[in-house]
């Protein structure tokens, strides 16, 4: 039975690990899951301890945060004002309703509608929804960092199984 546990927990982990990739999907939730299905069904002395789901549900909140943030800092860094920066957030969070492409195209969009609303030009709008997307693909890249970092926390901290 230890043996099932152990595969529901590394089938969970690749199914959370491919799904971190994806804006807003609840690929670290799915990592956690497993870390903690493997808690509960093998126990302590088989498993991890309380301290370490502790710090894998911190990194999972990180992930989040990071998800909304980074579309932001994108859009300042490449010189957007506060209403970019504003629009590329409202952008996301309505992005989440339109899918796969609303999760890329919609800080975007929010960024260079905000530098129109700001009063800039067609470049300087662009160059806003730019950043916004640059932001969000380095936020993808952070979280799979993190996403292998909680694998990678789980299988160093768990007991050898023989």
């Not at 990739?21 to 002395?45: C, D, K, N, S």
């Amino acid at each position: 039975m230890e043996l099932f546990w152990w595969l529901i927990t590394i089938v969970l982990f690749a199914v959370g690990l491919i799904w971190t990739v994806l804006p807003v999907f609840p690929g670290t939730i799915i990592i956690l899951a497993g870390a903690v299905i493997h808690r509960v069904m093998l126990g302590p002395e088989k498993s991890i301890g309380w301290w370490t789901i502790v710090v894998l549900v911190l990194l999972t909140l990180t992930t989040y945060a990071l998800d909304f943030v980074s579309g932001y800092f994108g859009a300042k860094y490449f010189g957007a004002t506060k209403w970019g920066m504003f629009g590329a957030v409202l952008g996301a969070l309505t992005g989440i309703f339109f899918g796969i492409v609303g999760l890329f195209v919609g800080p975007v969009i929010g960024a260079i509608a905000g530098e129109f609303i700001a009063g800039k030009r067609m470049i300087d709008a662009g160059r806003a929804g730019w950043g916004s997307l640059l932001g969000n693909l380095a936020g993808m890249i952070g979280k799979l960092a993190i996403g292998f970092a909680m694998i990678t926390i789980f299988f160093m901290t768990v007991p050898a199984p023989f």
